[in-house]
């Protein structure tokens, strides 16, 4: 391990957070709010022990794998209990494990909070809040990979350990290139969905809030009823739609945008996402319909948004979802565990994982018939190493036995088994909202500190998908024996 390299450029990450937390200083300076001084103050901190770090001297430059798994981790890790600060010091939320909670759900687009009165909070906080899922988004990594490239990072292994997916692919032949693209698509689908919130009433500073949130798909408001506080289908509708688009693999957009159109047609993992949202919100809009709204445009409109909230892993509501059917609620816990594709700012298992596991049990059944027939397992037309589908099989056992294990220590609470399973699934799947106690009306402010550490340490392994963090505490990632 190559600790001087680790602690520097985790310094200069630092440094970066510290210079991020000049635009929420800028917001709370431009509304005239008291919450400006948190900002300078955390500023300082966050700069200061940035410096520090940053002055690390390291002998060799390269950045190799287990170099790359401890600056990912570390900065995730750091980077929330940072950025945490500007809520201690404002008063907005006077404990650290609250306030720990709440960044760690915002980077991590996860977006479950313990606030209870969030209109009350001041625009500073609010913007910083929401900013934090837009930067986790697509990636804090690779945020600094595409617009800091001085900063001495530009390697695949940083890349390629942030990223969400079995697979990474490089859109660029240089990552910097490949980065730089990525975040482009992303700020421009932002910037369109701001123009499109604009054009329904939202003032700038509400489109700005759910934008974030929704490109990001973090699902923070400044409303305490969420998207459900505009009472407007045009809003629905808008946020629905991006909710979807920001579930889809970024390099897709990018195919489109160079005109190969059977690049996007022909994709197996889009289709599949499409065809689940698809059928999902047939049957969740006629069971609503009977038990619940009896106006079948309400119902697809409704069911459309919570499909795409929760397959997206946004986490965003307009009604309270918990109250309808077991059918309907079933549904949408089993979209749990979907996600969006690789690639995107989605959290969960994902489409790609989902779309391979398929295949390799209809590969079973075909091996059952013709034992001695060799049958590859192929996504498209390109067929995937043995290598990637033992990681994804590994992947797939190790999220349902963190699932497991996550709800018996949640139950732990005294809490009814719902509450406890879907708190850890909307924590390890990075979706937000639960069923029961952790509901769309509910919120994780009643959990104990540890409880609340537990689901903080459940919302970074889902972002990081599983295997980076891990290895963060593992012996051998931090001795010379690999």
Not at 163 to 191: H, M, N, V, W
Request: one cysteine or more; aromatic letters at 12%.
């Amino acid at each position: 391990m190559n600790y001087g390299i680790v602690l520097k450029l985790t310094g200069k990450l630092l440094l970066l957070e510290a210079l991020v937390m000049v635009l929420p200083l800028g917001i709370s300076l431009v509304y005239g709010q008291k919450d400006a001084v948190a900002f300078i103050i955390s500023i300082a901190c966050t700069a200061l022990f940035g410096f520090i770090l940053s002055r690390f001297s390291n002998k060799k430059t390269q950045i190799k794998i287990r170099d790359s798994l401890a600056i990912v981790s570390l900065v995730w890790i750091l980077y929330s209990l940072f950025g945490s600060l500007p809520f201690l010091f404002s008063g907005s939320i006077n404990s650290l494990v609250d306030a720990f909670f709440e960044t760690v759900s915002g980077f991590t687009t996860t977006g479950s909070t313990i606030l209870t009165d969030i209109e009350s909070l001041p625009k500073g906080i609010l913007f910083w809040r929401s900013l934090t899922i837009w930067l986790g988004g697509m990636g804090i990594l690779v945020f600094t990979v595409a617009v800091f490239p001085a900063l001495g990072m530009g390697g695949y292994q940083i890349f390629k350990a942030e990223s969400p997916g079995p697979t990474t692919e490089k859109i660029a032949p240089k990552i910097q290139d490949t980065a730089r693209i990525l975040y482009t698509t992303y700020f421009g689908i932002t910037l369109l969905e701001i123009i499109l919130l604009l054009l329904g009433g939202m003032n700038l500073f509400d489109a700005l809030i759910h934008s974030f949130g929704t490109v990001g798909t973090g699902g923070y408001s400044n409303r305490n009823l969420s998207i459900g506080a505009y009472n407007s289908t045009y809003i629905n509708l808008v946020i629905a739609v991006f909710m979807v688009l920001s579930g889809i693999n970024f390099s897709l957009y990018y195919s489109l945008f160079k005109g190969r159109w059977k690049d996007i047609l022909q994709n197996s993992e889009l289709r599949l996402y499409l065809g689940i949202i698809a059928v999902s919100v047939i049957l969740i809009a006629v069971d609503i319909n009977q038990h619940v709204f009896r106006n079948i445009f309400k119902s697809l409109e409704q069911s459309f948004f919570q499909v795409g909230s929760i397959i997206s892993t946004t986490g965003y509501s307009t009604v309270d979802f918990d109250k309808w059917s077991t059918f309907s609620k079933g549904i949408l816990f089993t979209l749990m565990f979907v996600g969006g594709c690789a690639g995107s700012t989605s959290g969960s298992i994902k489409n790609i994982r989902i779309l391979v596991i398929f295949k390799m049990i209809g590969r079973e059944f075909k091996k059952t018939i013709h034992p001695k027939a060799v049958v590859p397992i192929k996504v498209g037309t390109r067929t995937l190493p043995q290598d990637t589908v033992a990681s994804i099989s590994s992947f797939v056992m190790l999220f349902i036995i963190i699932f497991v294990i996550g709800t018996l220590l949640v139950s732990l609470e005294g809490v009814d088994l719902v509450t406890a399973a879907t708190a850890t699934a909307a924590t390890l799947g990075n979706i937000g909202p639960g069923l029961g106690m952790v509901g769309p009306s509910c919120n994780f402010a009643f959990f104990s500190s540890g409880t609340k550490l537990i689901l903080s340490a459940l919302m970074l392994l889902g972002r990081l998908e599983l295997f980076t963090l891990i290895l963060l505490f593992s012996r051998r990632t931090w001795t010379d024996e690999v």
